[in-house]
Nanobody
Framework: QVQLVESGGGLVQPGGSLKLSCAAS????????MGWYRQLPGKQRELVAS???????NYADSVKGRFTISRDNAKNTVNLQMNSLKPEDTAVYSC?????????WGQGTQVTVSS
């Protein structure tokens, strides 16, 4: 099993930055894929960014060039650096892990971009 705990959400003005962190309960080197999803009000959850333990990354078109996902194997965390935030980035962001053919989710953290 994998427990995931997110941190770093909050309120930020348009154009600002936030960093989300996801701490895993086991070595992330053993987790094949980790990523961040978000759910906008009234919409389905969508992939924001993901990374594999081989180092590949994938981003939604809407965040390319603004968001960066990274792994910190020493701390067993996956981070999402979000720059140039827009009001349309407002959502609940959830950490995801795929391990041993199972999917695991964090509890979610709210990100609000508003002036």
């Amino acid at each position: 099993q994998v427990q995931l705990v997110e941190s770093g959400g909050g309120l930020v003005q348009p154009g600002g930055s936030l960093k989300l962190s996801c701490a895993a309960s086991r070595s992330i080197a053993t987790i094949s894929s980790m990523g961040w999803y978000r759910q906008l009000p009234g919409k389905q959850r969508e992939l924001v960014a993901s990374t594999t333990n081989s180092g590949s990354t994938n981003y939604a078109d809407s965040v390319k060039g603004r968001f960066t996902i990274s792994r910190d194997n020493a701390k067993n965390t996956v981070n999402l650096q979000m720059n140039s935030l827009k009001p349309e980035d407002t959502a609940v962001y959830s950490c995801h892990a795929r391990f041993a053919f199972q999917h695991y989710w964090g509890q979610g953290t709210q990100v609000t971009v508003s002036s």
